[in-house]
């Protein structure tokens, strides 16, 4: 396809609409993407012509309804670098992919094993991690942040230890945009025999994601921040690691046998998709996987750092303006958290929604961050393959206005 960002945006119906009569700027797609028409089709036909329950009948919607599921399957274990489509476990959300992994994995865990994160997770790869420890008396540790918004590594041989068990660290900041480096992480990891696992909902989305070259155990990302449908996710682990945990929900799919004394289980990736799945939004995430794929991820990283580039300037105009996280963009990514002097976030985010620039406020799922930088809440735009230089320039024509609003 190549990247054509006037062709890419006349996929994206919602962003030829207004709000309050001015031209939408969408700068929330950490938040939540927008979904091209290819994907709005494809579930529309999924409903139309081929819905039926999968892996339980023989008829022909039902086989017609496997075969797409499982094709999305397959393209998700392509589009990540899985050695096989069964490696490749559908979840609700990363959320549901993380605890999967804290319930399952996490059930071997005893006093005095460690877990190790960071203080720029998402509250989805902290709350779990000290409902683990709270259940198995096991310790919970993390990396600190520094003042550039990198994590710190220099403590990175003291936290991983031989104590530790997993090391789960978030691999883009949803709050920061850090991206970061995973081999230090991993090399130790290895030297202790604990496993790793990355947050990857924000960069899977926005780069190419190989888990073969991150050496990693398991990913978690979620369909919803990648063009696709809400209320699906995605857990990629090991094919070993995975066929030697215990199922983390059950009920019907995941059975092999059912006794009224016992129970045996089937093989991953089905011993982790109990009940009824997702099936038409496995579908049209397997279609947003061949939208991505088809204009190219290298392609969309590199128009995401030019557009990063040339918001990080842009901003450094606005009187006032302070950036949490990385202000080159260089190791980052396309998410940019400020604070306007004197301004609450909150006040920040309706006068630019009066203007049709749409950002998210608050704490963004990740109060320990902002506690770190000493901030109750931030605002942060964020921008993805539809962003233009024009809704750059609308934020920060908005956030002038805030100023004069506030002055």
């Given amino acids: 396809?190549?990247?054509?960002?006037?062709?890419?945006?006349?996929?994206?119906?919602?962003?030829?609409?207004?709000?309050?009569?001015?031209?939408?700027?969408y700068l929330d797609s950490a938040n939540t993407s927008q979904k091209p028409r290819q994907v709005l089709e494809a579930l529309e036909e999924h409903y139309t012509w081929h819905n039926a329950n999968v892996a339980r009948s023989v008829h022909t919607?039902?086989?017609?309804?496997?075969?797409?599921?499982?094709?999305?399957?397959?393209?998700?274990a392509t589009f990540i670098g899985a050695t096989s489509p069964d490696e490749i476990v559908f979840t609700k959300n990363s959320t549901e992919a993380i605890n999967l992994v804290a319930h399952s994995y996490g059930a071997r865990l005893r006093p005095g094993d460690e877990i190790v994160i960071s203080e720029m997770e998402h509250h989805s790869n902290i709350v779990p991690w000290q409902l683990l420890c709270e259940r198995t008396g096991a310790t919970l540790r993390w990396f600190g942040v520094t003042d550039?918004?990198?994590?710190?590594?220099?403590?990175?041989?003291?936290?991983?230890?031989?104590?530790t068990k997993l090391v789960s660290v978030v691999h883009m900041s949803n709050t920061l945009g850090t991206i970061n480096p995973t081999e230090d992480i991993v090399r130790r990891a290895r030297?202790?025999?604990?496993?790793?696992?990355?947050?990857?909902?924000?960069?899977?989305?926005?780069?190419?994601?190989?888990?073969?070259?991150?050496?990693?155990?398991?990913?978690?990302?979620?369909?919803?921040?990648?063009l696709g449908p809400t209320g699906i996710g995605v857990l990629w682990g090991r094919g070993e690691i995975l066929a030697d945990m215990p199922p983390f929900l059950g009920g019907g799919s995941m059975i092999e046998t059912v006794t009224m004394e016992k129970?045996?289980?089937?093989?991953?990736?089905?011993?982790?998709?109990?009940?009824?799945?997702?099936?038409?939004?496995a579908v049209g995430l397997g279609a947003a996987v061949d939208y991505l794929t088809a204009i190219g991820m290298p392609a969309i990283a590199e128009h995401e750092r030019e557009i990063t580039g040339y918001a990080l300037d842009a901003l450094s105009t606005v009187d006032g303006l302070r950036i949490f996280g990385?202000?080159?963009?260089?190791?980052?990514?396309?998410?940019?958290?400020?604070?306007?002097?004197?301004v609450h976030p909150h006040d920040v985010g309706q006068v630019?929604?009066?203007?049709?620039?749409?950002?998210?406020?608050?704490?963004?799922?990740?109060?320990?961050?902002?506690?770190?930088?000493?901030?109750?809440?931030?605002?942060?735009?964020?921008?993805?393959?539809?962003?233009?230089?024009?809704?750059?320039?609308?934020?920060?024509?908005?956030?002038?206005q805030v100023r004069k609003v506030f002055a």
Avoid: W
Wanted: charged share 20%; net charge negative.
């Fill in 191 to 226: 030297e202790v025999g604990a496993l790793v696992m990355l947050d990857c909902s924000q960069s899977v989305p926005h780069l190419p994601v190989d888990v073969a070259a991150l050496g990693v155990d398991f990913i978690a990302f979620t369909g919803h921040k990648m």
């Fill in 61 to 76: 919607l039902g086989t017609e309804s496997t075969t797409a599921y499982e094709g999305a399957r397959a393209k998700l």
């Fill in 352 to 400: 630019l929604d009066s203007l049709g620039v749409e950002v998210r406020v608050g704490h963004h799922c990740a109060r320990p961050t902002c506690v770190r930088f000493g901030v109750p809440a931030m605002t942060r735009a964020s921008f993805y393959l539809y962003t233009t230089r024009q809704e750059i320039d609308a934020l920060v024509q908005g956030l002038n």
């Fill in 148 to 163: 550039e918004g990198r994590l710190d590594l220099s403590t990175l041989d003291d936290l991983v230890n031989e104590r």
């Fill in 263 to 281: 129970t045996t289980y089937m093989a991953p990736p089905a011993r982790f998709e109990a009940g009824t799945p997702p099936i038409a939004e």
């Fill in 326 to 342: 990385p202000t080159v963009p260089v190791g980052r990514g396309g998410t940019i958290s400020f604070d306007l002097a004197g």
């Fill in 1 to 25: 396809m190549g990247f054509d960002i006037e062709k890419i945006r006349k996929d994206f119906p919602i962003l030829g609409r207004e709000v309050n009569g001015y031209p939408v700027a």
